[in-house]
């Protein structure tokens, strides 16, 4: 069963050192704990000289244990320093792993790095990016640094065997950290060693303050070559490793590998079919990559479907129990915070307010399932926190009659705003193509890209289909239970009282509040129609469903309405998931696993290494600007051969080949 992840009890001793309460044992030395990341974890990588003799474009640290942040700050500053020394050098960016089980309160962490002021700069960007105490991988880019940080929080056991890897291995260094063995055994064990192990490149060196016994034996059982160097301050050995002889087998689970045989470089050439809200978004982060994009959209600009509505709900659709939809929706919605704050930053201009989501307790079905979600007690306040009705009011800037719930990172953006400035961003790399008023088909091996209107042919390493409601109908997809689904939006004139509203409200409908005269109201949902045609009857359907869901309302049963609106098709998938990844031919699919009932252990079946010529982000429902930045840059680090910034589980729940291994695992009817 799900349970809240705890945040560690913390004091703070005559040193100003933190102590952990659990452990009794320090987070980082007395003496020097930026002299004692150096001398431990940097030198004992050898990362300078590993750094300025790497060819690869990027280098992968993984940690056990991240605590206060510390190691992973010295690291980035560090790198920082070796990119400004060597400007033209291969390496480009640095990423880095960590776990940890019990993560600092944020004022904690603050007040511990308080006493490094070198690492100011570093510490305040760290602050400003860290994430709520939710399991998972929470993915903050630093790009004034060129390091990426993936923190996992939980137990680091259950946390490695969900670390995806390339069949050549994922880390390049460890930093063994944690608290001493004696102090925290069940951190130090076989099971730790093997994943080091599973997930280490040949050649992948590790360093760690401790020489105990169990971790250097444990260590040696695992295929890692260990030495011991002189320890830091009072200490007086640790030890240092390097992997000589990796295990033959890396992947933990009977299906493909999500990454292509060869990854995605400067030299190769990516197509990607529509220039909606998800292509615009995986547009970027592959031209930030570094890799040339060619951008089709069938439409005479982009944003012509959903992306191009002027206001969209910005929250995650959470559950009382973090099932797998649920958990895709909140680290979607946390990193996508986190884009569009770094998006804003780097001066690109969209509007959005960051006013937070209302999401009222309309019917006594709805209370319901509130308080479920409130006395599971699963989710950070951060995320979604309990209101009055006087605290809505307050929050709302109008009367609120009942209790709900309030998501206090949320907001409204303009969707169109947001796809014109990320291909402004793309742009501006030099990398990016755009074809626009083209209707394209496929080459058979999914290759090239046909431009119907011009009659020529577009050769690309590998294509990405991220056409939105087009997707159904695309034959490459024919094996995927996609459905388009209409709605309709309005856009209802200022009035008193809702001139007023300060926040976005939704009950089973939503309200934002206003901007350029107007307020979104909405909406329809119509599956399976394709039309877009303003209908007057789906205007009346909107304002009758806040009427009724506001029946103790005396402004929803008036609003004023000019008939302004605008409709347009969403594209969902059976499970109203999104969809990411490889496309697998299903015939292959089907001769692999159409046996999956039978139960064979994951070791029977042939790993499928697929050079994955093409892929697809689509999927995305009412839900893109919640969930686009993290498809996208899942998508991205796939290509690319980065770290997957989401948990194999997680992956699984948004594959392409999902609904066919579901039918599988079902015994064929006789």
């Given at each position: 069963m799900s349970k809240r992840l705890q945040s560690a009890n913390v004091h703070f001793n005559q040193s100003g050192t933190p102590v952990a309460d659990s452990f009794d044992d320090v987070y980082f030395s007395n003496d020097s704990g930026c002299d004692e990341t150096r001398h431990v974890f940097i030198n004992g990588n050898d990362l300078a000289e590993r750094w300025l003799n790497w060819q690869a474009a990027h280098f992968i640290?993984?940690?056990?244990?991240?605590?206060?942040?510390?190691?992973?700050?010295?690291?980035?500053?560090?790198?920082?320093?070796?990119?400004?020394?060597?400007?033209?050098?291969?390496?480009?960016?640095?990423?880095?792993?960590?776990?940890?089980?019990?993560?600092?309160?944020?004022?904690?962490?603050?007040?511990?790095?308080?006493?490094?002021?070198?690492?100011?700069?570093?510490?305040?960007?760290?602050?400003?990016?860290?994430?709520?105490?939710?399991?998972?991988?929470?993915?903050?880019?630093?790009?004034?640094?060129?390091?990426?940080?993936?923190?996992?929080?939980?137990?680091?056991?259950?946390?490695?065997?969900?670390?995806?890897?390339?069949?050549?291995?994922?880390?390049?260094?460890?930093?063994?950290?944690?608290?001493?063995?004696?102090?925290?055994?069940?951190?130090?064990?076989?099971?730790?060693?093997?994943?080091?192990?599973?997930?280490?490149?040949?050649?992948?060196?590790?360093?760690?303050?401790?020489?105990?016994?169990?971790?250097?034996?444990?260590?040696?059982?695992?295929?890692?070559?260990?030495?011991?160097?002189?320890?830091?301050?009072?200490?007086?050995?640790?030890?240092?490793?390097?992997?000589?002889?990796?295990?033959?087998?890396?992947?933990?689970?009977?299906?493909?590998?999500?990454?292509?045989?060869?990854?995605?470089?400067?030299?190769?050439?990516?197509?990607?079919?529509?220039?909606?809200?998800?292509?615009?978004?995986?547009?970027?982060?592959?031209?930030?990559?570094?890799?040339?994009?060619?951008?089709?959209?069938?439409?005479?600009?982009?944003?012509?479907?959903?992306?191009?509505?002027?206001?969209?709900?910005?929250?995650?659709?959470?559950?009382?129990?973090?099932?797998?939809?649920?958990?895709?929706?909140?680290?979607?919605?946390?990193?996508?915070?986190?884009?569009?704050?770094?998006?804003?930053?780097?001066?690109?201009?969209?509007?959005?307010?960051?006013?937070?989501?209302?999401?009222?307790?309309?019917?006594?079905?709805?209370?319901?399932?509130?308080q479920n979600l409130l006395q599971k007690d699963l989710w950070p306040a951060q995320l979604i926190q309990p209101v009055t009705a006087e605290e809505a009011t307050k929050i709302s800037g109008i009367d609120i009659h009942g209790e709900g719930l309030f998501v206090p990172q949320g907001g409204w953006l303009c969707p169109a705003e947001v796809v014109a400035a990320q291909l402004e961003a793309a742009r501006k790399t030099g990398l990016l193509s755009e074809f626009y008023n083209q209707r394209v088909t496929l080459s058979e091996d999914g290759r090239n890209v046909a431009l119907l209107g011009d009659g020529i042919q577009i050769r690309a390493d590998r294509v990405v289909i991220a056409a939105g409601h087009e997707c159904a109908e695309m034959a490459e997809l024919t094996h995927l239970p996609l459905r388009p689904v209409r709605g309709q939006v309005e856009a209802i004139p200022e009035q008193a009282p809702l001139n007023e509203l300060k926040t976005v409200f939704c009950h089973k409908g939503y309200l934002t509040p206003g901007w350029n005269g107007r307020h979104a109201l909405g909406s329809t949902y119509v599956k399976g129609d394709t039309s877009t045609t303003r209908r007057k009857e789906e205007s009346e359907q909107n304002l009758a469903t806040h009427a009724k869901a506001l029946a103790g309302y005396d402004w929803a049963q008036s609003i004023e309405h000019d008939g302004t609106a605008r409709a347009s098709i969403r594209l969902g998938s059976a499970d109203h998931q999104p969809v990411v990844g490889a496309v697998i031919p299903p015939q292959k699919t089907t001769e692999r696993y159409r046996d999956l009932y039978k139960g064979k252990h994951n070791s029977q079946y042939e790993v499928a290494t697929d050079e994955q010529a093409l892929l697809v982000l689509t999927g995305l429902g009412s839900r893109g600007l919640t969930t686009a930045p993290l498809m996208a840059e899942i998508l991205a680090s796939q290509l690319c051969h980065e770290p997957l910034p989401m948990s194999e589980s997680l992956l699984q729940a948004l594959a392409p080949e999902r609904f066919m291994l579901r039918t599988f695992k079902r015994p064929p009817e006789a």
């Open positions: 640290i993984a940690e056990t244990g991240f605590g206060t942040g510390l190691n992973c700050i010295i690291a980035m500053q560090q790198f920082k320093q070796f990119r400004a020394a060597n400007p033209g050098h291969p390496l480009k960016r640095l990423f880095i792993l960590s776990t940890e089980k019990f993560p600092l309160a944020v004022a904690d962490l603050q007040h511990a790095l308080a006493v490094f002021p070198s690492v100011s700069e570093e510490v305040h960007a760290l602050v400003e990016q860290y994430p709520p105490a939710l399991s998972g991988c929470h993915r903050m880019n630093f790009d004034a640094w060129q390091t990426s940080i993936d923190l996992w929080l939980g137990d680091v056991h259950e946390l490695l065997p969900q670390w995806h890897c390339p069949q050549d291995g994922l880390v390049d260094a460890w930093f063994l950290d944690g608290f001493a063995p004696s102090k925290n055994p069940e951190m130090w064990t076989e099971a730790l060693f093997s994943q080091m192990s599973r997930l280490s490149k040949t050649g992948a060196t590790l360093a760690t303050f401790t020489a105990a016994g169990v971790v250097k034996r444990g260590l040696k059982e695992a295929g890692f070559e260990i030495a011991k160097r002189n320890g830091f301050g009072r200490k007086r050995d640790m030890l240092t490793g390097i992997l000589a002889n990796p295990p033959a087998n890396r992947v933990s689970t009977p299906w493909h590998y999500r990454y292509p045989d060869t990854p995605a470089n400067p030299t190769q050439h990516i197509a990607i079919i529509g220039a909606g809200l998800a292509g615009s978004t995986l547009a970027l982060a592959l031209c930030q990559r570094g890799i040339r994009v060619s951008l089709f959209g069938q439409a005479p600009a982009p944003a012509d479907g959903a992306s191009g509505n002027q206001q969209g709900g910005f929250y995650p659709q959470l559950q009382a129990d973090q099932s797998n939809p649920a958990m895709i929706q909140a680290h979607g919605f946390l990193y996508a915070r986190r884009y569009y704050d770094a998006l804003a930053e780097k001066g690109l201009s969209f509007t959005w307010q960051s006013c937070g989501v209302l999401l009222m307790g309309f019917s006594k079905e709805v209370q319901k399932r509130q």
